[in-house]
């Protein structure tokens, strides 16, 4: 079957660098985003990497070794704001999307 | 921007009932999607459309059904509403996109409580 793992909560401090994993195991592999949610809001987009390797974007990052079935969503200089969720998918060899169940990132003062 | 708009943030139903949620983008998207969303499980494709008159089942289709009579509305059916249902459904669209980057882009999502 098809899964997609991240760990369910993860608490940080503001100011501080945090990095929200993402394992993969899907039939098929042509891409991988990661979307953030606030609570009871849409997911937005952050970001999509389909190459192995880093992409910047401004203080969010997202790295991907296809090899390893691997994603980071890694986060710097964090900000009360970035309190969410974040969701990872992937795309399959038949561009359905799976998605991962969510990683709650709490930030405290 | 991207505006993909749900017709209700919240609703309450009663089992049985034939509930229409709605959904309007209004950036000319080909692709539509309907999701729900349960707590510690990721978003489930219910049905998808890729085109007006166009639909084709997710991974969690049965007692739903889809409408695209138009290519910025797509409309998601629960034929008679049964308590399991009750969830956030979030409604998506996006260009069409194979190898390509073309993320989806949701509205603020129907909380649904069926009783």
């Known amino acids: 079957g098809q899964n997609i793992d991240q760990p369910t909560e993860m608490t940080a401090t503001e100011g501080a660098i945090v990095q929200i994993n993402c394992t993969y195991q899907?039939?098929?592999?042509?891409?991988l985003f990661w979307y953030q949610q606030h609570a009871g809001e849409a997911p937005t987009f952050l970001s999509y990497?389909?190459l192995d390797g880093l992409e910047e974007k401004g203080r969010f990052s997202s790295f991907l070794s296809r090899s390893k079935g691997y994603s980071y969503l890694l986060l710097k200089e964090l900000q009360m704001k970035d309190s969410a969720s974040y969701l990872c998918?992937?795309?399959?060899?038949?561009?359905?999307?799976?998605w991962g169940a969510g990683t709650k990132l709490i930030i405290k003062p | 921007d991207v505006k993909v708009t749900q017709s209700s943030r919240y609703l309450v139903k009663r089992t049985g009932e034939k509930v229409f949620l709605e959904c309007v983008q209004d950036?000319?998207?080909?692709?539509m999607f309907w999701y729900r969303q349960d707590p510690g499980l990721g978003l489930r494709l219910i049905y998808f459309?890729?085109?007006?008159?166009?639909?084709e089942k997710g991974d969690i289709p049965e007692g739903y059904s889809v409408s695209r009579e138009k290519k910025e509305r797509f409309s998601l059916i629960l034929e008679s509403a049964s308590t399991n249902q009750t969830s956030m459904y979030l409604c998506?669209?996006?260009?069409?996109?194979?190898?390509?980057?073309?993320?989806?882009?949701f509205g603020d999502g129907t909380r649904l409580s069926i009783l």
């Open positions: 998918a992937v795309w399959d060899s038949n561009y359905q999307l799976i």
């Open positions: 950036m000319d998207h080909e692709n």
């Open positions: 998506a669209s996006s260009f069409p996109g194979q190898g390509g980057n073309q993320p989806q882009h």
């Open positions: 459309s890729y085109d007006v008159k166009m639909k």
């Open positions: 990497n389909v």
């Open positions: 899907t039939s098929g592999f042509n891409g």
